[in-house]
């Protein structure tokens, strides 16, 4: 059984949770004016935010915000492993002139004379660190390095590309951020354990911002990696065909519809797009479920943007004929069933609802696109979420048609267990997140089928 601090941190969550909701669902239904119900965050329950650091810290991993659609105000948190560092040259000659620390923490080694390495630039001022002379040199403060021409002429065997992870925040589509502490601790777990770039997405959330928002901003975030990929293509070519320097190369501009758009240094110089996973909890997994859909229908048209693999941590699914755990489990931890269906009221717009909504229930037929067209496809389960039953039959659709859908199902556990551990600090989460990176390296691995590459 649970754990009495999760017992009486989910009875404290579902109060709050359930009477903000419930206050939110009649003001809107008694036609208030937002003015009149506080329409906007203050309706949910306060949540404390972690605020971006670019620095490597004790844990490894730098990070930063970005806003990447003004209209909307849809922004991202950029998570980058210390392993993204750039590496030891490809010349065999002049590895052992690089002053930077080996791939997996190492000792750093001898510095290197100035004439034999390649200056770096930050994308934050004028300069290199090495010319400065600042602390910034040893690897500790990363805010993205621009290569010069020559590394950039080499830069697969000069840096180490990784794979990006694109996930999506729990809190039923009426709660949660991209940024809060719980999200933040997760996602730097993620981003060690499979030493790849976390890009959580900060998408718009109900009531305010109803269905489809959500799932647009996470198809957004896809389109806009995969424009990051080729404005810094764009980028590289025009700076090698100018013949220009590092300064040429950072001062050039590359122009689409939208305007003067400028490349994101950490995705441009570190990232894979070609090894994209989409990762979502709770309501999240439906957004990560939809944004693989809609690039299965894409095809080649999110290119180089490839999805490899999707992973499903307890999903938000329900649907109008309940299955055992939703009768058995119904008054279960965190999100009951009771609470659940509030959130959908609030999510989906109210011509609409329907528990047999597309967005609601993965297996209602016509969803599109054919099943055996998903990508392979992880789902994470609890033991004590009343919401487990449906998540493992839309499993089990998928290994019919052939397609790598494993469930794992954590004994003991409840809704928000990994993605929570921050504040629960159950023994399952680690082990799950572990897991995860195991199965998602299957697919994110240069060298095939290994536990780390």
């Not at 009149?36 to 810290?57: C, L, Q, Y």
């Not at 490349?263 to 709770?282: F, I, K, T």
Request: aromatic residues 8%; glycine residues 8%.
């Amino acid at each position: 059984m649970p754990s009495v601090s999760v017992k009486l941190y989910s009875v404290f969550f579902k109060l709050l949770l359930k009477h903000k909701l419930q206050s939110r669902l009649q003001a809107e239904e008694g036609g208030a004016s937002s003015d009149d119900n506080g329409f906007g965050v203050t309706s949910r329950p306060e949540e404390s935010t972690a605020p971006a650091n670019p620095s490597f810290g004790a844990d490894g991993v730098a990070t930063k915000d970005i806003h990447i659609d003004p209209l909307t105000s849809l922004a991202v948190r950029i998570f980058l492993p210390d392993p993204a560092l750039l590496r030891t040259v490809a010349s065999a000659r002049r590895t052992a002139d690089i002053d930077r620390r080996n791939s997996y923490g190492g000792a750093a080694v001898a510095a290197p004379s100035p004439d034999r390495i390649c200056r770096r630039r930050s994308f934050g001022g004028s300069g290199s660190a090495h010319d400065k002379g600042d602390a910034a040199s040893d690897g500790t403060n990363y805010r993205g390095y621009l290569p010069s021409v020559v590394d950039a002429r080499h830069r697969v065997g000069r840096s180490k590309r990784l794979p990006v992870i694109i996930q999506f925040h729990g809190g039923g589509f009426i709660a949660g951020s991209n940024t809060s502490n719980a999200n933040d601790f997760f996602c730097r777990r993620i981003a060690k354990l499979c030493d790849a770039i976390v890009i959580a997405v900060g998408y718009r959330l109900a009531p305010e911002s109803r269905y489809p928002a959500a799932f647009e901003d996470g198809l957004k975030v896809l389109h806009w990696l995969g424009k990051q990929a080729k404005l810094a293509e764009c980028r590289m070519s025009m700076g090698t065909a100018k013949g220009g320097g590092a300064g040429e190369l950072r001062k050039a501009q590359i122009v689409d519809t939208f305007g003067a758009s400028t490349v994101e240094p950490w995705l441009a110089y570190h990232a894979d797009p070609s090894r994209c996973v989409l990762l979502g909890a709770s309501c999240g997994a439906n957004i990560a479920d939809f944004v693989a859909r809609k690039a299965v229908d894409a095809g080649n048209l999110i290119e180089p943007v490839k999805v490899v693999a999707q992973v499903l941590v307890y999903p938000f699914f329900i649907g109008s004929t309940p299955t055992r755990s939703e009768i058995k489990l119904a008054n279960s931890y965190f999100y009951d069933k009771s609470l659940c269906v509030l959130a959908w009221k609030l999510f989906l717009p109210e011509n609409e609802f329907s528990l047999d909504h597309p967005a609601a229930n993965p297996l209602v037929p016509g969803r599109g696109p054919p099943l055996k067209l998903m990508p392979p496809t992880l789902t994470v389960v609890a033991e004590h979420d009343w919401m487990r039953d449906r998540a493992i039959a839309y499993s089990e659709e998928l290994r019919k048609v052939n397609v790598d859908a494993p469930v794992l199902e954590y004994k003991d556990a409840v809704h928000e267990f990994a993605t929570l551990d921050m504040l629960l600090k159950t023994p399952q989460a680690q082990a799950c997140s572990e897991d995860v990176a195991i199965w998602v390296k299957k697919y994110i691995s240069l060298r095939g089928h290994e536990f780390s590459y």
